[in-house]
């Protein structure tokens, strides 16, 4: 599956890539491998649902950019990833729609992370300072690079132990954005 565009929504506006080892406010000076899309992706997340959820997801996905884990910012509006939680509204455009806890939209691609067998992230256990994330099939990331089917360890910091729905959220979120998994994620 690659992440797409969301069937029945406008098209997206052409993104100019960023230069070679161009300067990131979020980042600093970054390069990414030959193939790989360049520049920052924008991230929205709808409004409404869990009022533990929300906080969680804008703090860890601000934490992640401002460490260099993934060159996102988050903003109002039509975005490159869309994070939908249980609740929520998904009333704009986004190039790749993230549902979480939920019944997919439908009529268009999407990845879907909750605590069932046919969603695409899920958690396959849960404990104190983490967790382990099921990537239970290919997906693409935003930048083109494949995620191949796997089991992930997500380290938690300082202590805080979110919500699954939260926790697979950002997971899900740090992956599609490009996160490096090698050594699993920090949340």
């Keep these: 599956m690659e992440c797409g565009f969301v069937k029945g929504q406008r098209p997206p506006k052409e993104k100019i890539p960023a230069r070679e080892g161009a300067h990131n406010p979020l980042r600093g000076a970054h390069t990414l491998p030959e193939g790989r899309r360049r ?21 860890t996905l601000k934490k992640a950019a401002r460490e260099g884990q993934v060159d996102a910012a988050l903003c109002a509006g039509p975005a490159d ?3 939908v939680p249980r609740g929520a509204a998904a009333g704009t455009w986004a190039r790749c729609r993230l549902t979480v806890g939920a019944d997919p939209a439908g009529g268009g691609e999407e990845v879907t992370c909750g605590l069932g ?15 382990m994330l099921s990537l239970r ?28 729905e939260a926790l697979l959220a950002a997971a899900g979120a740090m992956l599609l954005l490009g996160a490096d998994t090698s050594e699993g994620l920090r949340l």
């Design 137 to 164: 099939r290919d997906l693409r990331a935003l930048d083109g690079s494949l995620l191949e089917a796997q089991e992930i360890p997500v380290s938690l910091a300082g202590g805080r132990e979110p919500e699954p």
């Design 81 to 83: 990833l869309l994070i």
């Design 117 to 131: 067998a046919d969603r695409d992230l899920s958690l396959s256990s849960i404990r104190e300072d983490g967790a």
């Design 39 to 59: 520049g920052l992706f924008s991230v929205h997340i709808a409004p409404g649902g869990n009022r533990k959820t929300l906080p969680y997801l804008r703090e």
